[in-house]
C-alpha cells in the first residue's frame, strides 16, 4: 500500500478484555516499530522487529503486552487483561532500515484504545 | 538514559509571524535528529540532521543541528494556519534502531 495502516482506528476496551491492534507496514519494509503515546506526551518507543525477529522489546510495559510478526510483514500487538492506564494511541512506524541507526520511520495513523 | 527535551511546550501565533522551535537531547552514542509534524494522529517525517551546523530546507521550513551544544532548532518563516500542530523532534543512537521523542511543542497559528 502507499502507507502505513492500522486497524481499528479506535478500540474501546473494558478493564480485563484482551485487545488486538494491527499494523499493515509499507510494502518491503524490513523494520518495524510499536509506540504508544499517551495524551499530552511524545510517542515512547515499546518494541521492534527486523523481518520477523523481534530484535528489541524492551519498551513493553508489562507482560500483558505482546507483539508478532509471524511472516515479517504484518504486526500484530495484543494486550491482555487491559486496565486503565494503557489508554493511550497505538503507533506503528516502518522503514528501509536493514542494520543498526537511523532511517527515516514511516508512521500509520494508529490506533487510539479507550479502557473504561 | 537518552533524553530529549523540546521547548517551549506550546506556542501561539499570528499568521506571517515567525516561529522557532528548540530541541535538546542527551543521548548515548547519537547517531541523527529527527523533526515530525503530527496532525490528529500519524506523526509525518520532516527532516532528519546527521552533521552539525548543515541546514536542511523545505518551503518555509528549515532545520539546523549542533553537535557541540546537544541542541536543534526548526524554524518556520511566515506561518499560516495550516503550520498548527505538534512539532516532535526525536533521536536515535548509533546503536539502535529506536527514536526516543520529546513531548513535543504545540503550534498554534491564529488568522
Known amino acids: 500500500g502507499a502507507g502505513v495502516s492500522q486497524s481499528p482506528r479506535y478500540k474501546v476496551a473494558k478493564r480485563g478484555q484482551d485487545v488486538a491492534l494491527r499494523c499493515d507496514p509499507i510494502?518491503?519494509?524490513?523494520?518495524l516499530f510499536w509506540y504508544q503515546q499517551a495524551l499530552g506526551q511524545g510517542p515512547e518507543f515499546l518494541t521492534y522487529?527486523?523481518?520477523?525477529?523481534?530484535?528489541?522489546k524492551s519498551g513493553l510495559p508489562s507482560d500483558r503486552f505482546f507483539a508478532e510478526r509471524p511472516e515479517g510483514s504484518v504486526s500484530t500487538l495484543k494486550i491482555q487483561r487491559t486496565q486503565q492506564e494503557d489508554s493511550a494511541v497505538y503507533l506503528c512506524?516502518?522503514?528501509?532500515?536493514?542494520?543498526?541507526?537511523?532511517?527515516?520511520?514511516?508512521f500509520g495513523p494508529g490506533t487510539r484504545l479507550t479502557v473504561l | 538514559e537518552d533524553k530529549v527535551v523540546q521547548s517551549p511546550l506550546s506556542l501561539v501565533v499570528h499568521e506571517g509571524d515567525t516561529v522557532t522551535l528548540n530541541c535538546s537531547y542527551e543521548?548515548?552514542?547519537?547517531?541523527?535528529l529527527l523533526w515530525y509534524k503530527q496532525e490528529k494522529k500519524a506523526p509525518t517525517f520532516l527532516f532528519m540532521l546527521?552533521?552539525?551546523?548543515i541546514e536542511k530546507k523545505s518551503g518555509r521550513l528549515s532545520s539546523i543541528l549542533d553537535k557541540k551544544e546537544l541542541f536543534s532548532i526548526l524554524n518556520i518563516t511566515a506561518t499560516q494556519t495550516g503550520d498548527s500542530a505538534v512539532y516532535l523532534c526525536?533521536?536515535?543512537?548509533?546503536?539502535?534502531?529506536?527514536?526516543?521523542f520529546g513531548a513535543g511543542t504545540i503550534l498554534r497559528v491564529k488568522s
Open positions: 512506524a516502518s522503514s528501509l532500515a536493514l542494520g543498526e541507526g537511523g532511517n527515516e520511520q514511516f
Open positions: 510494502s518491503g519494509h524490513v523494520s
Open positions: 522487529f527486523q523481518n520477523e525477529a523481534q530484535l528489541d
Open positions: 543521548v548515548t552514542n547519537f547517531r541523527s
Open positions: 546527521t552533521s552539525s551546523g
Open positions: 526525536a533521536s536515535i543512537s548509533e546503536y539502535g534502531n529506536k527514536l526516543v
